[in-house]
C-alpha cells in the first residue's frame, strides 16, 4: 500500500500540484489512502480516543429512531418469521453458555474418576448424555435458521428494490444528475444490516450469559473475568472505522482512473466497434500501460484501507494482552497450588478462549452495527431526496383560457446551463420569444447550438437559471407538473425502447390502456410500425429484450449437449433496425395523442435512422394528427416542413440568431437561408446524379 498520509488541504497543495481543490478555511483534512483521497472534518480527525468513541455513540443515538423504524417495517413484512428468526438468533447466545455447562461438568467428573480410580460411569454417561442432548438441539435450532432466513431475505430484498425503484423513479433531472444527490442505498444492504443488528444482539445476550456463569464459577471469578477482557477492549479503543464518520471519497490517481475506463471497455455496448475499430490489442495493451502506472498504490475500497491503518505496536500490546489470562491462572497458580488442578487448569482455559472469542465477535459484530446504521440511514433517506424542479399548485389547462387552442410559450432573457456542464458557454444565452398557442415552430441551426435544450425548458426538464419561461401567461413553476406533462407529448432522439413486450412499449403512450390492442395497433400504423409487428411471430406480445437468467457452467461441448442444446434453446435479446426503433417510439408518441389532453408536441429529431419516405410520412402524420396544438419542431432537414411553419428559429451557439418565416429570412439572406441553400444543393445534385444513373437503365 502507498504510505498512508494525514495532511492539511493548505500543505497539500503546496507539496503535490494533482490535489484536489480545498476548502480555504481549512474545514476538512484530505487522507491519501491508496488510490482514494478521503476528506474528513477537521473536528473528526483531530479527536482522540474518547471523541471517537463520543462520536461513534451520536451517530448510533442519531440513528435510532430510523432503526427503528427499519424494524418496524421488517416485522410488517411478516411477523411470524420475524419473531422466529429473532428467537433463533438470539438461542445462538445462549446455546453457548450451556455448551460451556456441559463441558465443564464433563471434565470435572471425569477429574474425580481419574483423581480417585474409579470413574463414576453413570455422571459420565448423563454428562455425555447432555452434551449430545445440546448439540441435537442446536443442530434443529440452525436448520431452523438457515430454512428461514432466506425467505425473510427475499421479502426484505425485494421490499427494500421496490422503495429504491420507486425513489429512483420519483427524481427529476437535475436531481438524478446532481453527484451529492447520488445514493449509494442498496438494497441488500438492509438484509446484511438486519442480519448484522441480530448478530450483535445475539452476542451480547451470549456474552452476558458467559460472564453472569463464569464470574459465578470458584475457579474463575471476577478478576479473571475482567482479564480476558482487557485484549477485546484494546482492539475496540484502536479500531478505526470510516462508517459512522461524515466523509467524501474520490479517486483522482490518473492511472486508476484510465483503468476503470478501458475495463468497462470490456461491456458488451462496445463489442460492435471494438471488433470494426479492431481495437482489441490496443485495449489490453493500454491496460497493462495503465497496469504499470499503477504501480503497487493499492485500490481496495477506501473504507477497508482506512481501516488497516494500524501501526506494529497496537499489534503488540493486542498480543500481550491476549496472554494475560494464562498469566492470571500461572500465577494464581504458584500462589495457592491446592486450589489447581488440571481440570481448573484446563476449564480456565476453555473459560478465557470462550469469553475471548465472544468479546472479540461482539466488537466485530458491533463495528459492523456503526456500518449498518450507516446503511439503514442511507437506505431511508434515499426515498427523501428532495427534487431539485419544485411542483406547482396552479392545474393546467387553467380554467380561464381557451382548451381547444395549444399552448402558448414565451422565453424572457432566458440564460441556461446545464448543472455540472463541462462547457465554457452556457448553453443558451440571453433568449427572447414567444410562440403562439396552435402554432407550427421549426427550430433549425448547427449542432451544439442549444435547439435540443429549448425542449428541454418547455417540458421541464430543467429550470432555466436566468429569466423567465411563461406558459400561457403564466411562469411554468407556476403548474402542477403532472398536469404539464400531460398536456406535452414528445418525440426525441433520446427515448429509449423498454425492455418490456412491444404492445407495452407504445401502449405506455397512454398508460390506462396499456392493454388495448385495437388502440396500439392504430398507434402502430402512425407510426409506421405496424409492418414491423408482423414481422414477429409472437407480434405485439415480443419482447424484444427479455431479461437473462440463462447461464451454464463447465459444460463440454460433447459430454453436455444435451445441456447446451437447453441454453442455446433459452430466449435471447433481438435486435431491431434503428429506423425500426425510431419507428415504434413515434408510435409511442401517437398512443399519446389519444389522451386527447396534448397540447404541445415537441419533436427533436426522431427520424435520424428513417429512410426519406419514412420520415416524410412521419412529419406529415405528426403535423395532421397535432392539428390544433402548439407544435415545435427540430430537425436538420425541415426542407418539407417550412411551408408550413408559423415561426422559424435559427439558432447559433446558444443565441437566436433569425427569427420568421420562411419568406422572411430567404429574404435576409443570412444563417437560415445558407443552411437551406446548403441542403437545396445537396438535394437537387442527388436528383441530377439519380437521373445520371437511372437514365442508361431506361434506355436500354
Ligand atoms: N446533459 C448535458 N450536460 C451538459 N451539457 C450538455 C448536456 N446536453 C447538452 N449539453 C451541451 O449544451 C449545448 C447545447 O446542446 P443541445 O443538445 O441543446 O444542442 P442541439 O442544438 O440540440 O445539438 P444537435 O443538433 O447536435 O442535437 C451543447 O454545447 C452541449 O454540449
Not at 424494524?71 to 446455546?95: A, C, N, R, T
Not at 488442578?341 to 478462549?353: E, H, V
Not at 415537441?602 to 428513417?610: G, K, N, Q, T, Y
Not at 403535423?623 to 435559427?650: P, S, W
Request: with cysteine; net charge negative.
Amino acid at each position: 500500500m502507498g504510505a498512508p498520509s494525514e495532511k492539511t488541504p493548505k500543505s497539500t497543495n503546496e507539496k503535490d500540484p494533482s490535489s484536489p481543490s480545498v476548502d480555504e478555511t481549512d474545514a476538512f483534512t484530505t487522507l491519501n489512502l491508496g488510490v482514494w483521497r478521503v476528506l474528513l472534518p477537521n473536528e473528526i480527525v483531530s479527536g482522540g480516543i474518547i471523541s471517537t468513541t463520543k462520536q461513534k455513540w451520536n451517530s448510533i443515538v442519531l440513528a435510532y429512531p430510523v432503526v427503528r423504524k427499519f424494524f418496524h417495517d421488517i416485522y410488517q413484512l411478516s411477523p411470524h418469521l420475524f419473531v422466529l428468526l429473532v428467537l433463533l438468533k438470539l438461542w445462538e447466545g445462549v446455546e453457548s453458555v450451556l455448551l460451556l455447562y456441559v463441558s465443564d461438568r464433563l471434565l470435572r467428573v471425569i477429574e474425580v474418576g481419574l483423581t480417585e480410580g474409579r470413574p463414576d460411569v453413570s455422571a459420565i454417561i448423563q454428562a455425555l448424555v447432555a452434551r449430545l442432548i445440546c448439540v441435537t438441539v442446536n443442530a434443529v435450532m440452525n436448520w431452523a435458521r438457515d430454512y428461514i432466513s432466506p425467505i425473510l431475505e427475499d421479502r426484505i430484498r425485494l421490499h427494500f428494490k421496490a422503495y429504491l425503484l420507486q425513489a429512483r423513479l420519483c427524481l427529476d433531472m437535475p436531481t438524478a444528475d446532481d453527484n451529492s444527490s447520488r445514493s449509494q442505498a442498496r438494497a441488500g444492504d438492509a438484509w446484511s444490516a438486519f442480519e448484522n443488528l441480530c448478530e450483535a444482539s445475539m452476542r451480547l445476550v451470549g456474552l452476558f450469559s458467559q460472564l453472569a456463569f463464569i464470574s459465578q464459577q470458584r475457579s474463575a471469578g471476577p478478576l479473571f473475568t475482567l482479564v480476558v477482557m482487557v485484549r477485546p477492549l484494546l482492539t475496540l479503543a484502536s479500531e478505526r472505522t470510516l462508517w459512522l464518520k461524515p466523509h467524501v471519497a474520490y479517486s483522482d490517481n490518473a492511472a486508476y482512473l484510465r483503468l476503470q475506463s478501458l475495463e468497462s471497455m470490456g461491456q458488451s455496448r462496445f463489442k460492435g466497434d471494438i471488433i470494426a475499430g479492431d481495437i482489441a490489442g490496443w485495449i489490453t495493451s493500454e491496460y497493462h500501460r495503465a497496469r504499470d502506472a499503477l504501480g503497487d498504490v493499492v485500490s481496495q475500497s477506501a473504507w477497508s484501507l482506512y481501516g488497516v491503518q494500524t501501526t506494529p505496536i497496537d499489534r503488540i500490546l493486542a498480543e500481550w494482552a491476549g496472554a494475560l489470562p494464562t498469566l492470571y491462572w500461572a500465577i494464581s497458580a504458584m500462589l495457592a497450588p491446592a486450589s489447581f488442578s488440571m481440570s481448573s487448569i484446563a476449564i480456565l482455559q476453555q473459560y478465557s478462549s470462550s469469553l475471548n472469542y465472544s468479546l472479540n465477535m461482539l466488537f466485530w459484530d458491533f463495528s459492523r452495527v456503526g456500518k449498518s446504521f450507516t446503511e439503514i440511514k442511507v437506505l431511508y433517506e434515499a426515498g427523501e431526496v428532495k427534487n431539485q424542479i419544485i411542483d406547482g399548485e396552479l392545474e393546467y389547462p387553467r380554467p380561464d383560457v381557451e382548451k381547444s387552442k395549444g399552448m402558448e410559450i414565451e422565453l424572457r432573457n432566458v440564460s441556461f446551463s446545464y448543472p455540472g456542464g463541462k462547457s465554457k458557454e452556457a448553453a443558451l444565452q440571453d433568449i427572447s420569444f414567444r410562440i403562439p398557442a396552435g402554432s407550427l415552430v421549426v427550430i433549425v441551426g448547427a449542432n451544439g447550438s442549444g435547439k435540443s435544450t429549448l425542449i428541454k425548458l418547455f417540458t421541464r426538464m430543467y429550470d432555466t437559471q436566468q429569466g423567465t419561461l411563461l406558459i400561457d401567461g403564466l411562469p411554468i413553476s407556476e403548474y402542477r407538473l403532472a398536469d404539464l406533462r400531460r398536456a406535452q407529448a414528445t418525440l426525441t432522439q433520446d427515448h429509449k425502447l423498454y425492455p418490456l413486450t412491444l404492445a407495452e412499449n407504445i401502449g405506455l403512450g397512454y398508460a390506462e390502456h396499456v392493454k388495448d390492442n385495437e388502440m396500439i395497433m392504430e398507434a402502430a400504423r402512425d407510426g409506421g410500425a405496424a409492418e414491423l409487428l408482423e414481422k414477429f411471430k409472437d407480434g405485439v406480445e415480443t419482447t424484444l429484450e427479455p431479461t437473462m437468467t440463462a447461464f451454464g457452467y463447465q459444460l463440454d461441448d460433447d459430454k453436455h449437449k444435451a445441456l447446451k442444446d437447453v441454453l442455446t434453446k433459452l430466449e435471447k435479446t433481438t435486435e431491431v433496425s434503428g429506423g425500426e426503433k425510431q419507428r415504434l417510439v413515434a408510435a409511442r408518441t401517437f398512443m399519446r395523442f389519444k389522451t386527447k389532453k396534448i397540447k404541445l408536441l415537441c419533436v427533436d429529431e426522431p427520424s435520424s435512422a428513417l429512410d426519406p419516405r419514412g420520415e416524410f410520412e412521419l412529419f406529415e402524420r405528426l403535423r395532421q394528427t397535432g392539428e390544433g396544438k402548439t407544435m415545435i419542431f427540430v430537425t436538420h432537414r425541415f426542407g418539407h416542413l417550412t411551408k408550413y411553419a408559423d415561426v422559424i428559429i435559427c439558432m447559433k451557439e446558444g443565441k437566436v440568431i433569425e427569427l420568421g418565416t420562411h419568406k422572411d429570412l430567404m429574404a435576409r439572406e443570412g444563417e437560415y437561408a445558407s443552411l437551406y441553400n446548403v441542403q437545396a444543393q445537396a438535394f437537387t445534385e442527388a436528383e441530377v446524379a439519380t437521373a445520371a444513373v437511372s437514365e442508361p437503365v431506361a434506355s436500354s
